[in-house]
């Protein structure tokens, strides 16, 4: 079943743009977002004033990008909570909330329990899910599945930058239904997509593969992003984590000063993903200090940043590019080179990719 790939993981990268392209196939129609699962389900996102997505793992940093987007486009304040935590306490909502939980399996107990929980307190529920018919959506109000196909490997990869797609989906449904949709630039870019990841795993699978293979005696990596970047810090992270067994933390960027800063010696590997100085000169210059302010103290860094950014190029030890792309767009594409680091660096200590030690695919206890 993997083909000619060395794991299920290294196909399931490659397979992104049809797992992005899938998620988004019947879900644009005359230059908007229409999500025909929700045709009907207006009530769901019209007189609410409060959504809180939530989640485990990968897909709590999927749902960290659909607050910036879902704000953003659909002006409505936003949270993200751990779904082990979102119960075991006395959360304000009601009527008025609409919870989204995301979930590969749907099947992961945490995720499926606050799920149940938000419902018997009266909130308004919609899943996105990796899988047909699984117990949380049939627990939820609505359903948007992401279309990635079958994920094998333990790592989540393509159902990650699918769940970001269908966020950003829903998104721009929730900004149409609820008349302020604005940003009609985003729609025109979800088309573009799909061919946007195959050049970042086309320039830069060898680069960063090589990358991975001299650092192969690694022991910590950070990882630091802003904005919508942030999240792609936590979850590029999380892989290194997950399948080379190395220490690695994901910050925002604005936060260095406040703590992690005190981590910098010489030699640290830190990336930075860097967002596009077309959205925001502001953000941008911003984390463009903190690459000065780290390489001050010796960091070895190494930056994602978007073709002909040439602010980064004296700061960098290394610089990997992605295409250029809207804000909102721009996670689905910096992560690609995160996946890929962690999965070469865990070959390069000869371990297996596809089942990391301890973990589970799907956990069903809580
Ligand atoms: C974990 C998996 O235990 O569950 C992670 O190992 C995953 O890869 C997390 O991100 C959440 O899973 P799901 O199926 O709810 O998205």
Redesign the pocket.
Known sequence: EKGGWASFMAKEVAEQPEAVANTIRGRVQDGEVVIPELDGLDDLFVGINRVIIT?????SYAALVGKYAIEQWARVATDVELAHEFRYRDPVIGDDTLVIS???????MD?LMAVKYARERGARTLSICNTQGATIPRESDAVVYTHAGPEVA???TK?FSAQITALLLLGLHMGRVRSVLTDTAAVAELASLPEKIASVLEKENDHVTQLANWMADTRSVLFLGRHVGYPIALEGALKLK?ISYIHAEGFAAGELKHGPIALIEPGQPVFVIVPSPRHSALIHSKVVSNIQEIRARGARVIVVAEEGDAAVLPFADEVIHIPLAGAMFEPVLAVVPLQIFAMALATAKGLDVDQPRN?????TVE
């Open positions: 989640a485990c793992g990968t897909a995301i979930s590969q399996s749907g099947e992961t995720t333990v790592a989540s159902a997950e973990l589970a695919k799907s956990v």
